[in-house]
Structure formats: C-alpha cells, structure tokens
C-alpha cells in the first residue's frame, strides 16, 4: 500500500470550505485513495473514495491530481459536528478493509 | 441507515480471562473485519472474514484471538487469556463486497479494559 502523507491538524472557521490535502507519491495504477474520519473515538466513517476521477457525494468532494500523487478532501460548508480525525488511505481495491490507518488529520472546526 | 451493533460498549476483565465482543454485522453483508485502536494510537486492521473463514489477518492476531460466526448473523471476537497490552477500542465492520467500497460501516466499538 502506498504511504501517504497528511498535516496532523488543520482549522477551519464553521460555514467555510475545509480543504485537507493528503500526499501520496508513491501510489500504484491500480490503488484507491479512500478518506475516513474518526469522530471523539467512534468507529471510522467513510466519506469518500476515487481511482483517478474527482468524485462527489452528499458528504465531501475528493479531487485527485492528474498525476495522482495528491489529493484533496473538500468538506463545502464545515459544522462544529465536523471536528474529527480524518484519514487518507491509499490501497488496492481488493485490499480496502486490511489496512491500517495512518495518523490522519485533526481538522476543528471553530465557531 | 444501516449500522454495525457492538456489544458490550465497554468491558472490564481482569488479566488472564477470556473475553468475547459481540457485533451484528449488517445482514447482507458478506465481509467481515475486526480492528482495534490502543489509546492514542491508529486503527489497526487484525482480521477479515468471509465465507465462515478468516481471509486475512494480521500480525496483531495470534494464536490469542479467534473469530467466529456462530448463528449467520452475530461476528464474534474472542481473547482467550486477556493481556494488560489487550487493553483498546475494539471495531468490528462488514461490507457487502471484497474491499470496502462504500458500503463498509463501522460499529461504535467496544473499549475493553484488562485490569
């Protein structure tokens, strides 16, 4: 699995677009870039995933580079309830669910 | 939306005893994942089941641990003599398909306790 590289915390001002960006130079052809969070130590919760193609879903927006060496989780209008540890996971598809987390980011979100 | 049920949420023993967490997988899912994450730390993937056998585990997962799928529709892990070490969040998973997709969901977790 690719090694990925995340910021250990980030802020953001509630209302306002989170960016989180995730390096991941080393990425095969064939491997997912797949984003999580973690809320106060709850189980993880899917966000979003993508193979080469930005992706959109009710949650977030995930906007791969052409090279695919980086990617970046947009959370459009950040809650309070968005505080959270969010992880950036590249792995092969059939491989998804074996893998470990890394460090993720801490994104709080202020008032 | 579908949820992953752990029980218990939290559980004490002490050293050497053996423990069983409970999960209710979501019912058409067919894959089956036990993580654990020590205080402070990351989640750590320890087994995947399918087909009422384990696919893949970790190193994590010794001869200690054991899963089973008893009745199609609980998915248990078991620590047979609990080590102070064993102490962490435990989450259970399932997904519909191999990997994750978007369709894998995460229980709340049990934390267990060795005292």
């Known amino acids: 699995d690719a090694k990925t590289t995340q910021p250990p915390s980030m802020d953001c001002a509630e209302g306002r677009a989170a960016n989180l960006p995730c390096n991941h130079s080393t990425i095969s052809g064939n491997e997912y870039v797949y984003w999580y969070r973690q809320i106060h130590s709850q189980g993880p919760q899917y966000i979003i995933h993508?193979?080469?193609n930005n992706e959109t879903n009710e949650m977030a927006s995930l906007i791969i580079t052409e090279d695919r060496k980086s990617s970046t989780l947009i959370l459009p209008h950040a809650t309070l309830r968005d505080t959270a540890v969010y992880y950036c996971i590249v792995i092969l598809g059939t491989n998804a669910g074996k893998s470990t987390f890394g460090d993720g980011t801490t994104l709080t979100v202020k008032p | 939306e579908p949820e992953v049920t752990q029980t218990p949420s939290h559980q004490v023993t002490q050293m050497g005893q053996e423990v069983i967490l409970r999960c209710v997988p979501i019912s058409n899912h067919l894959y089956f994942y036990w993580y654990r994450q020590i205080l402070g730390q990351k989640v750590e993937f320890l087994v995947s089941?399918?087909?009422?056998?384990?696919?893949?585990k970790s190193e994590i997962f010794d001869d200690q641990f054991s899963v089973e799928r008893p009745d199609g529709s609980n998915f248990t892990l078991k620590i047979r003599s609990t080590k102070l070490e064993d102490s962490a969040m435990y989450f259970c998973?399932?997904?519909?398909?191999?990997?994750?997709?978007?369709?894998?969901?995460f229980g709340q977790g049990t934390r267990l306790t060795v005292v």
């Open positions: 998973a399932s997904s519909p398909t191999l990997g994750w997709g978007a369709e894998a969901f």
């Open positions: 089941f399918y087909n009422n056998e384990i696919s893949e």
């Open positions: 993508g193979l080469k």
